[in-house]
């Protein structure tokens, strides 16, 4: 079993930059795939970032150019820098991991963006 938390949304104003950290722990046994995820209020939950393993990246077009991707294997933890903010990147995020096939889900953070 993998545990994955969230942390680091927030508040901002457009155009502002936030930092989302995913901490994983439990059974973790390989460097994982994953990645980033979000959902708006009334939307389908939909792809936002990804870096595989062997830390092949990967971004949805709408976050292209302005969200960074990045993992820190020794310490299973994964970065998202987001950067020129849009209100339409509202939403709550959502942490993923593969290992072994299975999928692990953290309990997402809120990042609002707003003036």
């Known amino acids: 079993q993998v545990q994955l938390v969230e942390t680091g949304g927030g508040l901002v104003q457009p155009g502002g930059s936030l930092s989302l950290s995913c901490a994983a722990s439990g059974s973790i046994f390989t460097v994982m795939n994953m990645g980033w995820y979000r959902q708006a209020p009334g939307k389908p939950r939909e792809f936002v970032a990804h870096i595989s393993s062997a830390g092949r990246r990967d971004y949805a077009d709408s976050v292209t150019g302005r969200f960074a991707i990045s993992a820190d294997n020794d310490k299973n933890m994964v970065y998202l820098q987001m950067n020129s903010l849009r209100p339409e990147d509202t939403a709550v995020y959502y942490c993923?991991?593969?290992?072994?096939?299975?999928?692990?889900w953290g309990q997402g953070t809120q990042v609002t963006v707003s003036s």
């Open positions: 993923h991991a593969d290992q072994f096939g299975v999928d692990y």
